[in-house]
């Protein structure tokens, strides 16, 4: 059983910044070797990959945030990290962890992102 509990989610103005963390535990889960990555998903959209790392710490970004968010990993932490700075209103979203290769374990309950004015 894996669990997944993401946090770090609010309400930001368009320009902001956020930290999201997600910390993984449970005994089906090697944290250290899997490639985790965040996805989101707005109202009405289906979820989407937004930013992977693999367990050597290279990175994959959707085009939409090159630039803008980083994800990084503290396997000593089993935590996955989402800094995302220069947030807008088209990345308000309810952000989930997970690994990024099939079969994708279960889905925590997410944090929610408002970019807003």
């Known amino acids: 059983q894996v669990q997944f509990v993401e946090s770090g989610g609010g309400l930001v103005q368009p320009g902001g910044s956020l930290r999201l963390s997600c910390r993984a535990s449970g005994s089906g889960i090697i944290f250290s070797i899997i490639t985790l990555a965040w996805y989101r998903q707005a109202p009405g959209k289906q979820r989407e990959l937004v930013a992977g790392?693999?367990?050597?710490?290279?990175?994959n970004y959707a085009d939409s945030v090159k630039g803008r968010f980083t994800i990084s990993r503290d396997s000593a932490k089993q935590t996955v990290y989402l800094q995302m700075n220069g947030l807008k209103s088209e990345d308000t979203a309810v952000y989930y962890c997970?690994?990024?290769?099939?079969?994708?374990?279960?889905w925590g309950q997410g944090t929610l992102v408002t970019v807003s004015s």
């Open positions: 997970n690994q990024q290769t099939s079969p994708l374990y279960a």
């Open positions: 790392i693999n367990r050597l710490g290279a990175t």
